[in-house]
Nanobody, 118 residues
Framework: QVQLVESGGGLVQAGGSLRLSCAASGRTFRNYAMGWFHQAPGKEREFVARISWSGGSTNYADSVKGRFTISRDNAKNKMYLQMNSLKPEDTAVYYC???????????WGQGTQVTVSS
């Protein structure tokens, strides 16, 4: 089992940057592909980015391509989301999760709030 804790959220002006971290406990972190999701007020939780267990393969939602970069450090049991050129529509709670199967994620963290002001 993996326990996940997100951090790094905050308030930033449009055009600014933030780096989110997802710290994992347990030695099995490196066995999982991992994902970032976000949930804006009144909306469903949405996929943001995914990274393979090795870090060699990444996928992004169209809305963040070219602006966000997902990465991981298996030696440190951490995953990151570098967010650049932030927009007000990026405002949401951001969650990390482990991929348990095809389009199935679990071991959700508690989330970290990102607020982008215009």
């Amino acid at each position: 089992q993996v326990q996940l804790v997100e951090s790094g959220g905050g308030l930033v002006q449009a055009g600014g940057s933030l780096r989110l971290s997802c710290a994992a406990s347990g030695r099995t972190f490196r066995n999982y592909a991992m994902g970032w999701f976000h949930q804006a007020p009144g909306k469903e939780r949405e996929f943001v980015a995914r990274i393979s267990w090795s870090g060699g393969s990444t996928n992004y939602a169209d809305s963040v391509k070219g602006r966000f970069t997902i990465s991981r450090d298996n030696a440190k049991n951490k995953m990151y989301l570098q967010m650049n050129s932030l927009k007000p529509e990026d405002t949401a709670v951001y969650y990390c999760a482990a991929e348990l199967g095809s389009n199935e994620y679990g071991y959700w963290g508690q989330g970290t709030q990102v607020t982008v002001s215009s």
